[in-house]
């Protein structure tokens, strides 16, 4: 498993923009899925957004065209910028990675590594 940290929750007006960091601890960062979830209170968790070691990127149909997920290799860090935010946005955003998928990942169980999340919230 690799170490996974998020940062740059907060509070955010509906509108507006926030943008989410994840930084791994693995030496083959390169060879990892990355996705991001949510989850809010009382609610299961959510798929947000993934980018395979080829830099593929695929979003549900609730943040698509809103929400963009990047990878920087050199520094073992997952993006996610999140724009046009809407108050069913708030959540608990979590950081994952699975090493070597060969095929998409959408649910939790595909991934083995976890950030501790960080909570992003938007007031309307």
């Known amino acids: 498993q690799v170490q996974l940290v998020e940062s740059g929750g907060g509070l955010v007006q509906a509108g507006g923009s926030l943008r989410l960091s994840c930084t791994a601890s693995?030496?083959?960062?390169?060879?990892?899925?990355l996705g991001w979830f949510r989850q809010a209170p009382g609610k299961e968790r959510e798929f947000v957004a993934a980018?395979?070691?080829?830099?593929?990127?695929y979003y549900p149909d609730s943040v698509k065209g809103r929400f963009t997920i990047s990878r920087d290799n050199a520094k073992n860090t997952v993006y996610l910028q999140m724009n046009s935010l809407k108050s069913e946005d708030t959540a608990v955003y979590y950081c994952?990675?699975?090493?070597?998928?060969?095929?998409?990942?959408?649910?939790?169980?595909?991934?083995?590594?976890w950030g501790q999340g960080t909570q992003v919230t938007v007031s309307s």
């Open positions: 693995a030496l083959t960062f390169s060879s990892y899925t």
């Open positions: 980018i395979m070691w080829s830099g593929t990127t």
């Open positions: 994952a990675a699975k090493y070597l998928a060969s095929r998409r990942l959408a649910l939790p169980a595909d991934f083995d590594s």
